[in-house]
T-cell receptor, first 115, second 108 residues
Framework: GAGVSQSPSNKVTEKGKDVELRCDPISGHTALYWYRQRLGQGLEFLIY????????KSGLPSDRFSAERTGESVSTLTIQRTQQEDSAVYLC?????????????FGPGTRLLVL | EDKVVQSPLSLVVHEGDTVTLNCSYE??????LLWYKQEKKAPTFLFML????IEKKSGRLSSILDKKELFSILNITATQTGDSAIYLCAVNGNKLVFGAGTILRVKS
């Protein structure tokens, strides 16, 4: 079946603009994760959704970042008033459920460049 | 605070060499340790380790976990240029925490 998909694959925006990144998880996966990877750095956890539970937002770097998920499907990560330091690859991953957290399947990522 | 530290940060070797990548961790509620290979944007899964002392092997790659000393190593033998990538270690505790990665470059 289809893997995790993300859109857009690349996004260039001007400082101060808002951006929305989309993630379509694997069908049936109840857990969804967003990560950020800045150039030359490791993956940084942002937010985690599990079913209908309240999301774990502990990794969001500021209140300019927010994410939503509709049921157990699509998720959008929104960055308001983008800053140059937001430039990074944003990766989404999904897994069958929290008990199978280990087997995370990653999407291809969205490369965001803030000018 | 949960922490995963990888070393070295980067490594350049010649084809045919053997490399050992290190991952040490401090996490609460340890459940598993995972190795990923990242070539372009998305990491691909290599190994999951949950028990100490049991080596996992896949072709030229192998990995082992030491839960007493809180580290894991990833070995790659007879390296090839296609092994050039970032190798990420992640530890699953209360959440999945990634290390910064080791950048491996294999020269022909």
């Amino acid at each position: 079946g289809a893997g995790v998909s993300q859109s857009p694959s690349n996004k260039v925006t001007e400082k101060g603009k808002d951006v929305e990144l989309r993630c379509d998880p694997i069908s049936g996966h109840t857990a969804l994760y967003w990560y950020r990877q800045r150039l030359g750095q490791g993956l940084e956890f942002l937010i985690y959704f599990q079913g209908n539970s309240a999301p774990d937002k502990s990794g969001l770097p500021s209140d300019r970042f927010s994410a939503e998920r509709t049921g157990e499907s699509v998720s959008t990560l929104t960055i308001q008033r983008t800053q140059q330091e937001d430039s990074a690859v944003y990766l989404c991953a999904s897994s069958l459920d929290a008990g199978f957290q280990e087997t995370q399947y990653f999407g291809p990522g969205t490369r965001l460049l803030v000018l | 605070e949960d922490k995963v530290v990888q070393s070295p940060l980067s490594l350049v070797v010649h084809e045919g060499d053997t490399v050992t990548l290190n991952c040490s961790y401090e996490v609460t509620n340890f459940r598993s340790l995972l190795w990923y290979k990242q070539e372009k944007k998305a990491p691909t899964f290599l190994f999951m380790l949950t028990s100490s002392g049991i080596e996992k092997k896949s072709g030229r790659l192998s990995s082992i976990l030491d839960k007493k000393e809180l580290f894991s190593i990833l070995n790659i033998t007879a390296t090839q240029t296609g092994d050039s990538a970032i190798y990420l270690c992640a530890v699953n505790g209360n959440k999945l925490v990634f290390g910064a990665g080791t950048i491996l470059r294999v020269k022909s």
